[in-house]
Nanobody, 126 residues
Framework: QVQLVETGGGLVQAGGSLRLSCAASGRTFSNSAMGWFRQAPGKEREFVAAINWSGQSSYYADSVKGRFTISRDNAKNTVYLQMNSLQPEDTAVYYC???????????????????WGQGTQVTVSS
């Protein structure tokens, strides 16, 4: 079992930055790939970024590439999402997810993730 708790969301002006954190409990975190997804009102959940178990491989959605950075600290059981140059279209609830079944693969497919956090709201004002 892995429990995930996201923090760091909030209200920011366009062009600003936020860093999301996702703290994991359980012994499988360091053996899990991790991902960030987001869901805006009235829209489906979409992939944002993913990182493999070691942190050496990551993958980004085109919409955030060059602006967002995913990283992890296995000693702290935490994965991060640094978000720069935020735009109003980045407004969404952001979720982290764990994939212990595919630790080597930074997957954009939400079906590959077994555990999900409750989400943290990010609102970007124009």
């Amino acid at each position: 079992q892995v429990q995930l708790v996201e923090t760091g969301g909030g209200l920011v002006q366009a062009g600003g930055s936020l860093r999301l954190s996702c703290a994991a409990s359980g012994r499988t975190f360091s053996n899990s790939a991790m991902g960030w997804f987001r869901q805006a009102p009235g829209k489906e959940r979409e992939f944002v970024a993913a990182i493999n178990w070691s942190g050496q491989s990551s993958y980004y959605a085109d919409s955030v590439k060059g602006r967002f950075t995913i990283s992890r600290d296995n000693a702290k059981n935490t994965v991060y999402l640094q978000m720069n140059s935020l735009q109003p279209e980045d407004t969404a609830v952001y979720y982290c997810a764990a994939s212990p079944g595919q630790p080597f693969h930074s997957s954009p497919n939400p079906n590959d993730y077994s555990y999900w956090g409750q989400g943290t709201q990010v609102t970007v004002s124009s």
